[in-house]
């Protein structure tokens, strides 16, 4: 019955504060946009004109004219597949430029100037490489999200305890048992942050990048909609962005602290 009662604690300490906020949120903004020239709708009013696509998310109608959830379906397959592909990436360089300082000093000025380009400033060279809005699209999310990982992974490496480098040395590990048993596992809260942040980066690059390629995805859905002044659609599909922006980072967090055990900050 204690354990009971004090997960029943937990739970609430957990729940009433934000739930109290965002109640306090929809008041505010039913007051403010209930009045007469208003330029947004209130809450009322976007469930009312939006409830066509709250309550079917699955229709599909063929081309671009399809439910939320195959929109996000179609953003999330694009950022697995780039997200994916930089995680590779970044963490075997980020591991170079760690453990070499020739590769430091040689990779890391250029890599400081690449990541400061914004991500839709890369869409139209994908554009002219590619010539395809997928492939530019997942290209967009790859060069987005690998930076922090690069980084994260090069700091990581770098803050390997000289004591378990002695040690790999007496076991006389070769550079293969070296990285899977020694720096991967050091490494790995590290890698896991940088991981959390581009997985952030990445869906809001997919979003961005798919308001420019067209095509299915909630990038798209957003700019359609925008296009038809349906206001109230972009809100409710900038809700379900949010949503599954925490979705994602804190599925990350959870496999982090899975293979930190808990020392990767969830």
């Known amino acids: 019955m204690a354990t009971l009662n004090s997960v029943g604690k937990n739970l609430a ?6 739930v109290v906020v ?25 469930v009312t004109e939006a409830w066509d696509i709250i309550a079917h998310p699955f229709y599909d109608n063929g081309g671009t004219d399809k439910g939320l959830f195959w929109h996000i379906a179609a ?7 780039g997200f994916a592909l930089a995680t590779v990436a970044g963490i075997l360089t980020g591991t170079l430029i760690g453990q070499s300082e ?9 890599f400081q100037v690449l990541r400061t380009i914004p991500p839709l400033a890369w869409l139209p060279l994908s ?3 590619f010539r395809d ?9 790859f060069i987005t ?11 990581g490496i770098r803050n390997i305890p000289q004591d378990y480098r002695n040690v790999a040395a007496v076991l006389r590990l070769n550079p293969l048992e070296f990285f899977a048993k020694i720096m991967l596992p050091s490494a790995a809260p590290y890698i896991f942050t940088g991981l959390r942040i581009g997985v952030g980066l990445s869906w809001l690059a997919i979003v961005a990048a ?25 809100i409710v599909a900038l809700v379900y962005v949010g949503v599954i922006g925490f979705i994602l980072d804190r599925f990350v967090a959870f496999v982090g602290t899975l293979v930190t055990r808990g020392t990767a900050t969830a």
Not at 13 to 18: A, D, F, Y
Not at 75 to 81: D, F, G, N
Not at 217 to 229: H, R
């Open 13 to 18: 300490k957990n729940l009433i504060p934000p």
């Open 22 to 46: 965002l109640i306090a949120f929809l008041v505010i903004w039913e007051m403010l946009c209930s009045r007469p020239g208003a330029g947004l709708p209130p809450p009322s009013r976007v």
């Open 75 to 81: 953003s999330i397959q694009r950022v697995a597949l």
């Open 102 to 110: 020739w590769a430091m000093r040689g990779l890391d000025p250029i």
């Open 127 to 129: 554009l002219a490489a």
């Open 133 to 141: 809005g997928q492939p530019s699209a997942i290209f967009v999310i």
């Open 145 to 155: 999200s690998i930076w922090p990982i690069i980084i994260n992974t090069a700091v």
């Open 210 to 234: 798919e308001m420019l390629i067209g095509g299915v995805g909630i990038g798209f859905f957003i700019w359609d909609a925008w296009n038809s002044s349906h206001i109230s659609e972009i």
